[in-house]
T-cell receptor
Framework: QQPVQSPQAVILREGEDAVINCSSS?????VHWYRQKHGEAPVFLMI?????EQKGHEKISASFNEKKQQSSLYLTASQLSYSGTYFC??????????????FGKGTHLIIQP | ETGVTQSPTHLIKTRGQQVTLRCSSQ?????VSWYQQALGQGPQFIFQ???????GRGNFPPRFSGLQFPNYSSELNVNALELDDSALYLC?????????????FGPGTRLTVT
């Protein structure tokens, strides 16, 4: 089952903050966040691991609530370049098989000047 | 730039034909995963290759098959193309199969089936 992302879309003014949520019905091992601009490939932003480790973008932060199987991506002081579609991809087991990512439907973020 | 390359960039095929897409992984990465992204949707996991063997598969029929070569590059083959196979095909390379490692995507191949 794919994770559920919210909101589906958000429009901000440059400099405003945004929070994008990702929720799963399964126990999560890791959560991966990507940004995709129209006509381009997804770009890796951040990975959050069960146990608290995080790796990724310096200017973007995220949280991972293992008990609730939820993750949130925080975009502060948004810039025009932040526009795009944000996807969370989840891994629900800790190995022993392929760790292909299961992606949500995405959150469309539009930053206006 | 991720260092992951894919070819061709665009492809137009007719229903029933076969297609081969190629992916070169980032230096130091030994795992390649393939995804299908339909318009307006998130990527869907097709399968993963590690050490030249299929390491796991998503919900895709056997007419989707692949290969991985000793240099860790990979191919995706799709037989008996259907109209619904029209999509952006993405490969992603990672250092390990484990979900603890980042997956970096290539630019994708846009496949149109007519």
């Amino acid at each position: 089952q794919q994770p559920v992302q919210s909101p589906q879309a958000v429009i901000l003014r440059e400099g405003e903050d945004a929070v994008i949520n990702c929720s799963s019905s399964k126990a999560l091992y890791s959560v991966h966040w990507y940004r995709q601009k129209h006509g381009e490939a997804p770009v890796f932003l951040m990975i959050l691991l069960k146990g608290g480790e995080q790796k990724g973008h310096e200017k973007i932060s995220a949280s991972f609530n293992e008990k609730k199987q939820q993750s949130s991506l925080y975009l502060t002081a948004s810039q025009l370049s932040y526009s795009g579609t944000y996807f969370c991809g989840t891994v629900s087991h800790s190995g022993g098989g392929a760790d292909g990512l299961t992606f949500g439907k995405g959150t469309h973020l539009i930053i206006q000047p | 730039e991720t260092g992951v390359t894919q070819s061709p960039t665009h492809l137009i095929k007719t229903r029933g034909q076969q297609v081969t897409l190629r992916c070169s992984s980032q230096s130091g990465h030994n795992t390649v995963s393939w995804y299908q992204q339909a318009l307006g949707q998130g990527p869907q996991f097709i399968f993963q290759y590690y050490r030249e063997e299929e390491n796991g598969r998503g919900n895709f029929p056997p007419r989707f098959s692949g290969l991985q070569f000793p240099n860790y590059s990979s191919e995706l083959n799709v037989n008996a193309l259907e109209l619904d196979d029209s999509a952006l095909y993405l490969c992603a390379s990672s250092r390990r199969t484990d979900g603890r490692y980042e997956q970096y995507f290539g630019p994708g191949t846009r496949l149109t089936v007519t």
